[in-house]
Structures are given as structure tokens and as C-alpha cells.
């Protein structure tokens, strides 16, 4: 991995900068096929599998050493684990059919049965930065804590990320959905071939953009939306749950990093365009010479060096006019971006406890959040939690998170 310094300026919800001195999971089993299924056609189900990778296959000592290398925590007693690469068949946005990609991590121990542990990732704009690719973010390696634990491990690349075609729509909590309950139907079908039996619980965390993505893959789930598996436990962390009401607020009172805060309009104006039509012409919505450059740089190929380079150091210098007025108090297409995805804590009631882990020295995404995410199942008769973390950063908030997740499911399976 490149110097984290660009990354940390950039998004520390990117895996990579939640892992600033992580050491590469070790290479013991490297790339031996497991399944191997057709491409995608229009009548495969969701969820089937094209192909399953073993990428790796750690022994309890490698399992404990990798994550607490990483700043990880490790289950006390860690188990050993098998590491695959999933690509699977789902949906794009517009309902086409697709294929996408995650990881899914196995105990090597065959006692008893096994319960689904999700993780939904940060904000990455890289393909090969992904959890199915690269071996040492937060994507691939609490996927690895969890099966250490006892648990079916799941963590989706999202659409368009690892080895997915196309554009990732970046924050659309409807793809985030699809793509990873597709990914659990996926890895139900692997656990199986591998002879393993599932209890049918899942519960599910994820890190900042993947906190959102938790919150709704949790409606989701409670809804029915993969027969046979419940929600058993929901505990996200630091995630933009209310963009309009918190995260804008914040960007503006200078309260979000200004070069963070760019970064992160920067993705979400040019995902959304795509799926909201929010503008005509780069022109309308970003400043010369960044209208000319800004779409490219979110091509899944330029890394976070590389985007760094090329935005300016706050939104003010990035946006027109008439976008920062949008960002003050946003109207049309904007507002009915923000508002088809800033429903993941609103308008239902989870029948699971729900945990929130935050940090209020997040300068990345604002505790506010949080807050509204509380307030709001508090206000449908949800029983909710929310843990302050303490006065530190977005990547320190996620490694002070996890062992409570971690705990916390444990104490679910006991």
C-alpha cells in the first residue's frame, strides 16, 4: 500500500487509512479455486455463485498475529480460518442484471453451527483497494476476526468495487443492499458445498460509508429480504446517516476536515449525478479546471494519491455557485438525492437491540449523525443504544469500535 498521509487527507473511512501499519495477511494458501460457475446471464438467480477463490488459509497463530499487527482485536482463543474471494451474481441500480464481489471467511473448526457476521466497508474509490483484493484493509481482515470467533464471515465489495464492472454509486443505501444480501446468498450456497451449517442469524456492522450500509442492509433483512436469515444484531459505526441534517451542517461550520469534506462531495455529487441527474454539465457543478478532471478521477481506477493530487483543499474552491448554495439549503434533484438515502434509521422499528458507536473528535463524519440515528428508532420504539468512543479521530473511532462489536456478538452467540 501507498503512504497513508494522501489517504488520511483524503477519507479516513477508506479501508486503507483505518489500517495505517497493517502488515499484508500471509500468503499460505494463496488463489486455489474452489467453485468455478458460467458467467452472468439474465435468468441466473441472485446470489449464484460464478466463482469462489481460496485466498488464503490462516492458522490460529497467523489469525492472531495479522490482526494484532493490524490494531485489530483478536478473539482470545482464535480459531483458524479459510479466506474466499466471491463473485456472485446481483443487480445494478437500474435493476440490469450484474456481477459483484466480497469475501466471505469460514472457521476451519466444524463444531456446531455457524451464524453470519457482516461487515459493510468504508469509503473507497479504488477497485483494487476492495476487500476481495487487497489483502490488508478493514474489509478483508474484521471479516478474518469474525470467523476467528466462530462465525461465517461476509464482507461485500459493493457494485462496482473489486472485481465488479462499472462505477460504484457511491452512498446509494439500495445498492449497498443488494449487493451484500445477494453476497449472503451467495456464501450460504458456500458454506454448504464446504459442509457447513448455519443457524440462520446474521448480525451486522460496518464502518463509516458502511455504516450506513449496515443500517439498511439491517431493514433489509428484517423485512424478509433473503428467506431463511434473520437480523440478530445491528451495531454500526460512524456513519452518515442523516447527510442532509448532519454531515452538510458540518461541512459548512467547518466542523469536517475541508479537504475531506471535498473529497467526499466530490464522489457523492458525481455518483449521484449519474443516479439523480443533479446536473447537465460538469460546468454546472464544479469550478475550472476541476469540471474537466473530476468525473474521471472516480473511475475506480485512480488511486486516493492520485484523486488527492487533483482536488483543491476545500469545497469552496471545488464547487460553482450555485452547488454551494445546493450544499447551504438544497432543493430538486439534490434534495431527493439526499433524501432517498438518508432513510436508514427512519420510518421503522428494528426488533433487535441496536448498538451506535461513534467518536465525537470524528472529524470525518460528525457524531451528529449518530445522534439523529438514535433519536430517530428511539422516536419508532426501537430499544438503541449510542456509544461515544471518545475524543478521537474517524479511523481511532473504528479501532476503538470493533472490540465492542466483536464482544458484543460474541455475547449473542453464547
Not at 442484471?97 to 456446531?112: E, K, N, W
Not at 474537466?292 to 483543491?312: C, K, S, Y
Request: glycine share 8%.
Amino acid at each position: 500500500m501507498a503512504n497513508p498521509l494522501p489517504k488520511r487527507l483524503l477519507a479516513a473511512a477508506a479501508c486503507a487509512a483505518l489500517v495505517l501499519s497493517v502488515l499484508s495477511v500471509p500468503a499460505t494458501a494463496t488463489a486455489s479455486a474452489a467453485i468455478t460457475r458460467p458467467a452472468a446471464t439474465a435468468e441466473a438467480p441472485r446470489g449464484a455463485i460464478v466463482s469462489a477463490t481460496r485466498l488464503d488459509r490462516l492458522s490460529p497463530a497467523q489469525v492472531s498475529a495479522t490482526l494484532r499487527a493490524a490494531g485489530f482485536p483478536a478473539p482470545e482463543h482464535p480459531l483458524g480460518v479459510d479466506v474466499y474471494r466471491v463473485v456472485y451474481r446481483t443487480t445494478r441500480t437500474d435493476g440490469k442484471p450484474t456481477t459483484a464481489s466480497g469475501v466471505v471467511t469460514l472457521p476451519r473448526s466444524r463444531d456446531g453451527r455457524l451464524s453470519f457476521a457482516v461487515y459493510e466497508h468504508g469509503t473507497l474509490p479504488t477497485k483494487r483497494y476492495a476487500p476481495s483484493v487487497s489483502a490488508d484493509g478493514d474489509g478483508r481482515l474484521v471479516p478474518v476476526m469474525f470467523a476467528a470467533a466462530g462465525f461465517a464471515g461476509v464482507a461485500p465489495d459493493y457494485i462496482g468495487l473489486g472485481l465488479g464492472p462499472g462505477r460504484h454509486p457511491y452512498m446509494d443505501a439500495a445498492s449497498e443492499v443488494t449487493a451484500s444480501a445477494d453476497l449472503l446468498r451467495a456464501a450460504r450456497d458456500l458454506a454448504a458445498r464446504h459442509g457447513r451449517t448455519l443457524d440462520g442469524r446474521v448480525m451486522v456492522t460496518g464502518f463509516s460509508q458502511g455504516g450506513q450500509a449496515a443500517m439498511a442492509l439491517g431493514r433489509a433483512l428484517q423485512q424478509g429480504a433473503v428467506s431463511g436469515l434473520r437480523l440478530a444484531a445491528l451495531a454500526p459505526i460512524s456513519g452518515p446517516y442523516a447527510v442532509e441534517r448532519a454531515e452538510l451542517p458540518a461541512i459548512l461550520s467547518g466542523d469536517i476536515e475541508p479537504h475531506i469534506a471535498t473529497f467526499y462531495l466530490a464522489y457523492w455529487m458525481t455518483s449521484m449525478n449519474r443516479l439523480h441527474h443533479l446536473y447537465d454539465t460538469p460546468g454546472q457543478a464544479f469550478r475550472a479546471p476541476y469540471d474537466t478532471t473530476v468525473e474521471g478521477l472516480f473511475d475506480g481506477r485512480h488511486t486516493e494519491e492520485q484523486i488527492a493530487a487533483a482536488l483543491p483543499a476545500s469545497p469552496a474552491e471545488l464547487l460553482t455557485d450555485e452547488f454551494t448554495a445546493q450544499v447551504r439549503q438544497p432543493s430538486g434533484a439534490f434534495l431527493e438525492a439526499l433524501r432517498a438515502n438518508d432513510t436508514t434509521c427512519t420510518g421503522w422499528r428494528p426488533r433487535v437491540p441496536v448498538r451506535l458507536y461513534a467518536s465525537r473528535g470524528d472529524r470525518d463524519v460528525a457524531i451528529a449523525n449518530a445522534r439523529l440515528c438514535r433519536d430517530d428508532l428511539l422516536a419508532s420504539g426501537a430499544e438503541v443504544r449510542l456509544v461515544d468512543v471518545g475524543a478521537v479521530d474517524h479511523m481511532h473511532g473504528a479501532l476503538r469500535s470493533l472490540p465492542r462489536v466483536l464482544r458484543a456478538f460474541q455475547d449473542l452467540l453464547s
